[in-house]
């Protein structure tokens, strides 16, 4: 008799959902689409022979250790790399202040495990990153989203809802905000607002998760600083990941808070994986340890550069005028968001998009809530610049003919 999998299977399980990216990406893969769909770097940015030099060297120098099992809150030599780049970005921190993930996905899922019990309230951006969504989802958390302007989250309509959520008597269990070229929508918040996020936090006596993948991508404009570094009151807990500065096939991802925070993050990933590839950590630290990180970051950012500069242009160059639609203009990651007239759901016109063969994500993947169905996602990080003309061209046509 076969296994009656609903009468087994838990409710967690039940309530997750296949990612939407994922099953997207799957319409994306023939060879004639050009795919602004995914979020993946360009894999010319991999230093690929110097990671072939340092593995070997690790192998034969450290093999014992570097594939042994390892500390779950990360290999020591990493960990003190990470502090010293963490410094030149004006955080400070010790050992017991840092854990490594298996990337920044894991993180989020330890966000997750440790503060949410089912029905609890979270508060998150409006348009947020898809596998927080997810992650967030999977421990029946109630995501409240708030609106965002070229600046970030709308301060003003956060508050109102935190004193209506206080009415209820509902204290949500943290804010979860990407201030640095936002996934999805490439927005950076304003250094005004991340002051007025602290203090609301402060009043209101909230956690911050702050989830960073992008920051070290900028293209134009000064850095801003990051909620880490000007927390002082210890409810910072913030998320870093190789993925889009060095390569995202390591996993390998680092957490920054407390000490006593931090500390339940090593007591759930212990559960999770004992500790992240002391292998994968090794090689990354000796790649820390001989400065290359840096002129990794240099040279990606002169390939996203030219990406994000021509994508921009072109939008200007072939998209329809005068017709309500608009979209950001990033100074740095690897995203921009396009938000067409409310005439237009881009889930409908996907389709038609693949017909062109052009593919992008669709805006209602990135809501928590009340998904909004007039905008997408468009990467422009992997194609490559031939890429960025044609199918910009071509999302330009398929816009026109549904914006008729
Ligand atoms: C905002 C944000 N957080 C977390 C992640 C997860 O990245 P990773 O697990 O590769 O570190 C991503 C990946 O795209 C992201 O955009």
Redesign the pocket.
Known sequence: MAIDLNSILSSNIKNMKRSVIRELLKLTRKKEIISFAG?LPDPDTFPINEIAEITNEILMDNGKTALQYGATEGYIPLREELIKFLATDGVKADLDNVIVTT??????DIVGKIFIDPGDVVIVERPT?V??ISAFNSYKSKMVGIEMDDEGMLMDILSEKLIELDKVGTKPKFIYV?PDF??PGGYTMSFERRKKLLEIASKNNLLIIE?S??RAIRYRGETIPSLQSMDKEKRVIS?Y????ILF?GM?L?WVVGPAEIVDKFVVAKQAMDLCTPPFNQAIVAEYLRRGKLYDNISSTIINYKAKNELMLNKLDEYMPKGQGLKWTKPDGGLFLWVTCPDSVNTEDIFYEAIKQNVAYVTGSAFYGENPQYNSLRLNFSYPTLEQIDTGIMRLAKVLENNLK
Do not use: C, E, H, V
Not at 103 to 108: H, I, Y
């Open positions: 979020g990337a920044s996905q894991q993180a989020l990153y596998g927080a990407i936002q996934n989830d993948p992008y998320l990941t190789f993925s889009k995202p996993r991802g």
